[in-house]
């Protein structure tokens, strides 16, 4: 079976990410669908230091939003995110 083009292109993206990038995309890929607070607790970062990078995984169509849920954390309904089906 031969490998898509797309995701050839996306495993290229992945392997050249920052340290920073790769840490959120893992955490991610291990949370399944989760939200920012979700991404910092799983790596014991600080929120300000996640946003930033999840962002450029967006941009990056990397991952996407699922929407927004009742947060665990609090009573108010955040974004979601998982990776991206390429």
């Known amino acids: 079976?031969?490998?898509?083009?797309?995701?050839?292109?996306?495993?290229?993206?992945?392997?050249?990410?920052?340290?920073?990038?790769?840490?959120?995309?893992?955490?991610?890929?291990?949370?399944?669908?989760?939200?920012?607070v979700d991404i910092a607790e799983y790596l014991g970062?600080?929120?300000n230091r996640v946003t930033g990078r999840r962002n450029e995984l967006e941009k990056l169509d990397l991952i996407e939003s699922v929407g927004k849920k009742l947060s665990k954390h609090s009573n108010v309904a955040v974004y979601h995110w998982k990776?991206?089906?390429?």
């Open 1 to 36: 079976m031969a490998v898509k083009d797309t995701s050839k292109n996306a495993f290229e993206q992945i392997k050249n990410l920052s340290e920073k990038r790769k840490d959120v995309f893992g955490a991610i890929k291990a949370l399944k669908t989760c939200c920012d």
């Open 45 to 47: 970062w600080p929120i």
């Open 83 to 86: 990776i991206t089906k390429k």
